[in-house]
Protein backbone atom coordinates (compact mmCIF):
# COMPACT_ATOMS: atom_id res chain seq x y z
CA UNK A 1 0.00 0.00 0.00
CA UNK A 2 2.93 1.81 0.14
CA UNK A 3 3.41 2.82 -3.66
CA UNK A 4 -0.17 3.59 -4.41
CA UNK A 5 -0.22 6.50 -1.00
CA UNK A 6 3.49 8.13 -2.59
CA UNK A 7 1.78 8.12 -6.23
CA UNK A 8 -0.92 9.70 -5.20
CA UNK A 9 0.95 12.39 -3.24
CA UNK A 10 2.94 13.02 -6.18
CA UNK A 11 0.32 13.73 -7.92
CA UNK A 12 -1.76 15.87 -5.83
CA UNK A 13 1.56 18.14 -5.53
CA UNK A 14 2.15 18.19 -9.84
CA UNK A 15 -1.94 19.95 -9.48
CA UNK A 16 -1.32 21.94 -6.74
CA UNK A 17 2.16 23.57 -6.97
CA UNK A 18 2.29 26.43 -9.60
CA UNK A 19 5.67 26.68 -9.77
CA UNK A 20 5.96 23.10 -11.51
CA UNK A 21 6.40 22.62 -15.09
CA UNK A 22 3.33 23.20 -17.09
CA UNK A 23 1.48 20.67 -19.49
CA UNK A 24 0.36 22.53 -22.00
CA UNK A 25 -1.99 19.18 -23.45
CA UNK A 26 -4.37 20.06 -20.49
CA UNK A 27 -7.18 22.45 -21.45
CA UNK A 28 -5.64 24.60 -23.94
CA UNK A 29 -8.57 25.67 -25.15
CA UNK A 30 -9.54 27.56 -21.57
CA UNK A 31 -6.15 29.26 -20.86
CA UNK A 32 -5.92 33.12 -19.67
CA UNK A 33 -3.01 35.35 -18.89
CA UNK A 34 -2.92 37.56 -16.29
CA UNK A 35 -0.31 40.24 -15.93
CA UNK A 36 0.35 41.70 -12.34
CA UNK A 37 2.54 45.19 -12.98
CA UNK A 38 3.44 45.63 -9.23
CA UNK A 39 4.90 41.90 -8.58
CA UNK A 40 6.46 42.20 -11.87
CA UNK A 41 4.80 38.41 -12.57
CA UNK A 42 2.96 36.88 -15.42
CA UNK A 43 0.45 34.15 -14.16
CA UNK A 44 -1.12 31.18 -16.72
CA UNK A 45 -4.39 29.89 -15.83
CA UNK A 46 -6.49 26.86 -16.89
CA UNK A 47 -10.09 26.98 -16.42
CA UNK A 48 -9.52 30.12 -14.10
CA UNK A 49 -7.06 27.80 -11.60
CA UNK A 50 -3.28 29.12 -11.45
CA UNK A 51 -0.82 26.75 -13.05
CA UNK A 52 2.23 28.25 -13.25
CA UNK A 53 3.62 31.61 -12.34
CA UNK A 54 6.70 33.53 -14.65
CA UNK A 55 9.07 36.34 -13.80
CA UNK A 56 8.67 39.24 -16.56
CA UNK A 57 9.94 42.49 -17.12
CA UNK A 58 7.67 45.29 -17.82
CA UNK A 59 7.31 48.97 -19.22
CA UNK A 60 9.81 51.77 -17.95
CA UNK A 61 7.64 55.38 -16.60
CA UNK A 62 8.16 56.94 -19.28
CA UNK A 63 7.09 53.97 -21.89
CA UNK A 64 4.54 51.98 -19.27
CA UNK A 65 2.61 48.66 -20.93
CA UNK A 66 -0.66 48.68 -21.53
CA UNK A 67 -3.58 48.07 -18.88
CA UNK A 68 -6.91 46.58 -19.79
CA UNK A 69 -8.12 43.30 -21.92
CA UNK A 70 -6.17 42.33 -24.81
CA UNK A 71 -5.78 38.74 -27.02
CA UNK A 72 -3.22 37.26 -28.77
CA UNK A 73 -2.95 37.69 -32.53
CA UNK A 74 -0.07 36.02 -33.86
CA UNK A 75 2.82 34.20 -32.12
CA UNK A 76 6.43 33.34 -34.60
CA UNK A 77 9.52 31.46 -33.06
CA UNK A 78 13.07 33.84 -33.76
CA UNK A 79 10.44 36.86 -34.67
CA UNK A 80 13.86 39.29 -34.24
CA UNK A 81 16.94 40.37 -33.01
CA UNK A 82 16.29 41.59 -29.10
CA UNK A 83 12.88 39.75 -29.03
CA UNK A 84 14.30 36.38 -27.56
CA UNK A 85 13.30 33.01 -28.88
CA UNK A 86 9.17 33.26 -28.97
CA UNK A 87 7.01 36.23 -29.96
CA UNK A 88 3.48 36.68 -28.75
CA UNK A 89 1.82 39.36 -30.24
CA UNK A 90 -1.07 41.53 -28.56
CA UNK A 91 -3.90 43.29 -30.43
CA UNK A 92 -2.98 47.05 -28.56
CA UNK A 93 -4.28 49.79 -30.91
CA UNK A 94 -1.85 52.14 -30.47
CA UNK A 95 1.57 49.85 -31.56
CA UNK A 96 3.04 46.93 -31.67
CA UNK A 97 2.86 45.14 -28.22
CA UNK A 98 3.61 41.58 -27.16
CA UNK A 99 5.05 39.31 -24.57
CA UNK A 100 8.90 37.90 -25.88
CA UNK A 101 11.75 36.39 -25.03
CA UNK A 102 14.73 38.60 -24.39
CA UNK A 103 19.01 39.26 -24.85
CA UNK A 104 18.78 40.99 -22.09
CA UNK A 105 18.02 38.37 -18.58
CA UNK A 106 19.04 40.53 -15.83
CA UNK A 107 16.40 43.24 -16.72
CA UNK A 108 13.60 40.50 -15.80
CA UNK A 109 11.93 41.41 -12.73
CA UNK A 110 12.22 45.56 -13.33
CA UNK A 111 10.72 47.96 -15.32
CA UNK A 112 12.86 48.07 -18.48
CA UNK A 113 11.00 47.91 -21.72
CA UNK A 114 9.34 49.82 -24.15
CA UNK A 115 6.17 48.62 -23.03
CA UNK A 116 6.41 44.66 -23.96
CA UNK A 117 6.28 41.87 -21.55
CA UNK A 118 9.74 40.28 -21.43
CA UNK A 119 10.38 36.77 -20.39
CA UNK A 120 13.24 34.73 -19.55
CA UNK A 121 13.96 32.55 -23.27
CA UNK A 122 13.36 29.33 -21.06
CA UNK A 123 10.26 30.77 -20.23
CA UNK A 124 8.48 31.98 -23.11
CA UNK A 125 9.14 28.78 -25.05
CA UNK A 126 6.85 27.04 -22.26
CA UNK A 127 4.36 29.75 -22.51
CA UNK A 128 4.37 29.76 -26.37
CA UNK A 129 3.07 26.13 -26.21
CA UNK A 130 0.10 27.03 -24.29
CA UNK A 131 -1.27 30.16 -26.28
CA UNK A 132 -3.11 30.54 -29.59
CA UNK A 133 -4.31 33.49 -31.57
CA UNK A 134 -7.36 34.36 -29.58
CA UNK A 135 -5.89 33.60 -26.01
CA UNK A 136 -6.92 36.23 -23.36
CA UNK A 137 -4.59 38.37 -21.57
CA UNK A 138 -5.58 40.75 -19.07
CA UNK A 139 -3.10 43.82 -17.50
CA UNK A 140 -3.56 44.65 -14.27
CA UNK A 141 -2.98 48.53 -13.06
CA UNK A 142 -4.30 51.97 -13.95
CA UNK A 143 -4.29 53.25 -17.26
CA UNK A 144 -2.54 56.57 -15.89
CA UNK A 145 0.20 54.76 -14.16
CA UNK A 146 0.93 53.81 -10.69
CA UNK A 147 -1.58 55.26 -7.72
CA UNK A 148 -0.22 58.45 -5.98
CA UNK A 149 2.45 58.74 -8.99
CA UNK A 150 1.61 61.72 -11.48
CA UNK A 151 0.46 61.03 -14.85
CA UNK A 152 2.92 61.33 -17.68
CA UNK A 153 2.77 64.21 -19.88
CA UNK A 154 1.43 63.74 -23.05
CA UNK A 155 2.50 65.53 -26.23
CA UNK A 156 2.89 64.23 -30.28
CA UNK A 157 3.94 61.36 -31.15
CA UNK A 158 3.15 59.60 -27.51
CA UNK A 159 1.09 56.60 -27.61
CA UNK A 160 -0.78 54.58 -24.59
CA UNK A 161 -3.60 53.98 -22.73
CA UNK A 162 -3.84 57.16 -21.27
CA UNK A 163 -3.45 59.08 -24.53
CA UNK A 164 -6.63 57.00 -25.98
CA UNK A 165 -8.77 57.96 -22.63
CA UNK A 166 -7.82 61.96 -23.10
CA UNK A 167 -9.05 61.05 -26.56
CA UNK A 168 -12.06 59.83 -25.30
CA UNK A 169 -12.87 62.88 -23.07
CA UNK A 170 -11.46 65.38 -25.54
CA UNK A 171 -14.45 63.62 -27.96
CA UNK A 172 -17.16 63.33 -25.48
CA UNK A 173 -16.15 67.21 -24.55
CA UNK A 174 -16.83 67.65 -28.65
CA UNK A 175 -13.30 68.84 -29.57
CA UNK A 176 -11.75 65.31 -31.18
CA UNK A 177 -13.45 63.57 -34.29
CA UNK A 178 -10.88 61.04 -35.01
CA UNK A 179 -10.14 57.84 -34.21
CA UNK A 180 -9.85 57.40 -30.10
CA UNK A 181 -6.36 54.42 -31.01
CA UNK A 182 -4.06 56.15 -28.37
CA UNK A 183 -1.77 57.94 -30.76
CA UNK A 184 -1.07 61.23 -29.65
CA UNK A 185 -0.89 62.86 -33.21
CA UNK A 186 -1.79 65.95 -34.77
CA UNK A 187 -5.69 65.97 -34.57
CA UNK A 188 -5.08 65.10 -31.07
CA UNK A 189 -2.93 68.08 -30.51
CA UNK A 190 -4.95 70.66 -32.18
CA UNK A 191 -8.40 69.19 -30.11
CA UNK A 192 -6.31 69.95 -26.85
CA UNK A 193 -5.42 73.02 -27.69
CA UNK A 194 -8.74 74.28 -28.81
CA UNK A 195 -10.45 72.40 -25.69
CA UNK A 196 -6.83 74.41 -23.79
CA UNK A 197 -8.23 77.73 -25.28
CA UNK A 198 -11.80 77.23 -25.04
CA UNK A 199 -11.10 76.80 -21.01
CA UNK A 200 -8.46 79.32 -20.34
CA UNK A 201 -5.59 76.80 -19.70
CA UNK A 202 -1.60 77.14 -21.22
CA UNK A 203 -2.57 76.69 -24.82
CA UNK A 204 0.61 74.21 -25.63
CA UNK A 205 -1.22 71.31 -26.83
CA UNK A 206 0.83 68.96 -24.51
CA UNK A 207 -1.22 67.03 -21.79
CA UNK A 208 0.14 68.33 -17.94
CA UNK A 209 -1.16 67.91 -15.05
CA UNK A 210 -3.88 70.78 -15.35
CA UNK A 211 -5.71 69.67 -18.86
CA UNK A 212 -5.83 66.10 -16.36
CA UNK A 213 -7.57 68.00 -13.60
CA UNK A 214 -9.78 69.70 -16.09
CA UNK A 215 -10.48 66.75 -18.04
CA UNK A 216 -11.63 64.99 -14.80
CA UNK A 217 -9.03 62.30 -14.71
CA UNK A 218 -6.85 63.66 -11.42
CA UNK A 219 -8.42 65.16 -8.74
Known amino acids: MFMPKMLLIIHLFIILNPNTTANPSQNQEKIS ?7 NQLFLYSNNQLIKKYPIALGKPETPSPVGEYVVINKYKNWGKGFGTRWIGLNVPWGTYGIHGTNRPYSIGHNASHGCIRMHNHDVEELYEFVRVG ?4 FRGHVLGKLGANPRRLAKGDSGGDVQIIQYRLRSAGFYNGECNGKFNSSTEIALKDYEKKHGLPVDGVAGFHDYIHLGLVE
Do not use: E, G, H, W
Not at 33 to 39: A, E, G, R
Open 33 to 39: IMVDPLK
Open 135 to 138: TKIS
